[in-house]
């Protein structure tokens, strides 16, 4: 990655970094095939209901967990294979998923640090030919708020733009069914003006993004600037918003709730407790394991939340890796021994014990960055929230009538 950095004294630098992280692009695509390729059975957008059995939910399975044997169950549905890993990803509402994994995850929250957000993305065509990346930062109490830019030159970023405008248009339009007869049509119509100047926006982007390069600047490579923005909420961040709007390059906006929560657990497998038991039975798995279940706001330090995200992603890979590599030895190991009987049986106890503490690897680290994440986000809510100390209040306490922690 290169980030563009200006200096205090006006010059600016370029600073170049190594990320292992995977947040868009054909990056993922690539990494997809390439487990893929290696036999990983990868099923995504799936309706739970291909891996839950219902049955066991409602505490009709009784006995051990046999994740070898188990059937996972939903109505009429029936998958008889098990599986190895069942990886729960829905950042700080994982807990909320599935009945029970709350109390798994060892959840904390601080409801009264709650603070409300906005943000917005701008785009644009761009006046620059090559890679470029920039952060637009303003720091100080309620006022700051967080900006990457950067110049793209992919055409699926501007897909997947116009899919999230269509998504939210439509959630929009549903919930405006439900408001006050008087201010319905209205509301809809205003909707619908908005969502047409975004939608404009995104197809002659997507137009000019096509067309080709005249033979002159046949070496300028096309671009469009991707600015996203996050901010407190509050009348002098809305002020930047509007003059965003202005600017005519706006096509999301919203707002947002940022609470703080963390999981101290971040593993299920058969060493747990009873509930952790009933959920591995549950999924016929032999171990759950979620990830970024921390919440961090926007904030003036860094956008970690889909750094956390990847992360994750990442321990998710390298922990299938284990258990792959330790189910192809329990095999071998399994075929050396109907033909010899020197193979000691305790060796698969062993690598059943090894599975176990990567585990406990996934599960520390999984703490590790949690814990990251929630300091940011304690820190960064000081900032989002409005001042509640009284100045006279600071005095005392700089008196030591009361101590401030």
Same mark, same amino acid.
């Not at 993004?209 to 600047?217: N, V």
């Given at each position: 990655?290169?980030?563009?950095?200006?200096?205090?004294d006006?010059s600016?630098?370029?600073?170049?970094?190594?990320?292992?992280?995977?947040?868009?692009?054909?990056?993922?695509?690539?990494a997809?095939?390439?487990?893929?390729?290696?036999?990983?059975?990868?099923?995504?957008?799936?309706?739970?209901?291909?891996?839950?059995?219902?049955?066991?939910?409602?505490?009709?399975?009784?006995?051990?967990?046999?994740?070898n044997?188990?059937?996972?169950?939903?109505?009429?549905?029936?998958?008889?294979e098990?599986?190895?890993?069942?990886?729960?990803?829905?950042?700080?509402r994982?807990?909320?998923?599935?009945?029970?994994?709350?109390?798994?995850?060892?959840m904390?929250?601080?409801?009264?640090l709650s603070?409300? $957000?906005r943000?917005?993305?701008?785009?644009?065509m761009?006046?620059k030919?090559a890679?470029?990346?920039a952060r637009?930062?303003?720091?100080?109490?309620?006022?700051?708020?967080?900006t990457?830019?950067?110049?793209?030159n992919?055409?699926?970023?501007?897909?997947?733009?116009r899919?999230?405008?269509?998504?939210?248009?439509?959630?929009?339009?549903?919930?405006?069914?439900?408001?006050?007869?008087?201010?319905v049509?209205?509301?809809?119509?205003?909707?619908?003006?908005?969502?047409?100047?975004?939608?404009?926006?995104?197809?002659?982007?997507?137009?000019?993004?096509?067309?080709?390069?005249?033979?002159?600047?046949?070496?300028?490579?096309?671009?469009?600037?991707?600015?996203?923005?996050?901010?407190?909420?509050?009348?002098?961040?809305?002020?930047?918003?509007?003059?965003a709007?202005?600017?005519?390059?706006?096509?999301?906006?919203?707002?947002?709730?940022?609470?703080?929560?963390?999981?101290?657990k971040?593993?299920?497998?058969?060493?747990?407790?009873?509930?952790?038991k009933?959920?591995?039975?549950?999924?016929?798995?032999?171990?759950?394991?979620?990830g970024?279940?921390?919440?961090v706001?926007?904030?003036?330090?860094?956008?970690?939340?889909?750094?956390?995200?990847?992360?994750?992603?990442?321990?998710?890979?390298?922990?299938?890796?284990a258990?792959?590599?330790?189910?192809?030895?329990?095999?071998?190991?399994?075929?050396?021994g109907r033909d010899?009987?020197s193979?000691d049986?305790?060796w698969?106890?062993?690598?059943?014990?090894?599975?176990?503490?990567?585990n406990?690897?996934?599960?520390a680290?999984?703490?590790?960055?949690?814990?990251?994440q929630?300091?940011?986000?304690?820190? $960064?809510?000081?900032?989002?929230?409005?001042p509640?100390?009284?100045?006279?209040?600071?005095?005392?306490?700089?008196?030591g009538s009361? $101590? $401030?922690?």
């Amino acid at each position: 990655q290169r980030v563009h950095v200006n200096l205090d004294d006006g010059s600016s630098k370029v600073m170049t970094a190594d990320r292992v992280q995977i947040i868009l692009g054909d990056a993922i695509d690539s990494a997809l095939e390439s487990a893929e390729r290696y036999g990983a059975d990868l099923r995504f957008d799936a309706d739970v209901c291909e891996y839950m059995n219902v049955a066991a939910a409602d505490g009709e399975v009784e006995g051990d967990v046999d994740t070898n044997t188990e059937e996972k169950k939903c109505n009429d549905h029936v998958v008889e294979e098990d599986t190895d890993i069942v990886a729960i990803f829905a950042g700080a509402r994982t807990s909320d998923v599935i009945p029970g994994l709350k109390e798994e995850l060892h959840m904390h929250s601080w409801d009264e640090l709650s603070s409300a $957000c906005r943000l917005w993305l701008e785009i644009k065509m761009s006046e620059k030919t090559a890679a470029y990346t920039a952060r637009n930062v303003e720091v100080g109490a309620e006022k700051w708020h967080f900006t990457i830019e950067s110049a793209r030159n992919t055409s699926q970023d501007i897909v997947r733009i116009r899919d999230n405008i269509i998504a939210q248009h439509n959630w929009n339009m549903k919930k405006l069914e439900k408001g006050p007869d008087a201010d319905v049509d209205a509301a809809k119509h205003a909707e619908m003006e908005k969502y047409d100047a975004q939608v404009e926006k995104i197809e002659g982007l997507l137009q000019s993004m096509s067309m080709p390069t005249p033979s002159e600047c046949k070496e300028e490579e096309k671009r469009f600037d991707y600015i996203f923005t996050n901010a407190p909420d509050n009348p002098h961040n809305r002020a930047k918003e509007n003059a965003a709007n202005e600017r005519g390059n706006v096509v999301i906006d919203g707002k947002y709730q940022v609470d703080i929560k963390i999981a101290s657990k971040s593993v299920i497998d058969a060493t747990g407790s009873d509930n952790g038991k009933d959920l591995l039975r549950q999924f016929g798995t032999k171990a759950i394991v979620t990830g970024g279940d921390a919440c961090v706001p926007p904030n003036p330090m860094a956008a970690y939340g889909a750094t956390l995200a990847c992360e994750f992603a990442a321990m998710v890979v390298q922990l299938a890796t284990a258990h792959g590599h330790l189910n192809a030895i329990s095999r071998g190991l399994e075929g050396i021994g109907r033909d010899v009987d020197s193979v000691d049986p305790d060796w698969q106890r062993q690598l059943e014990e090894l599975k176990i503490l990567f585990n406990r690897l996934y599960d520390a680290r999984g703490r590790s960055e949690n814990y990251f994440q929630w300091m940011q986000t304690l820190i $960064c809510n000081l900032y989002s929230l409005p001042p509640t100390v009284d100045l006279d209040d600071l005095d005392d306490c700089r008196k030591g009538s009361w $101590c $401030c922690a």
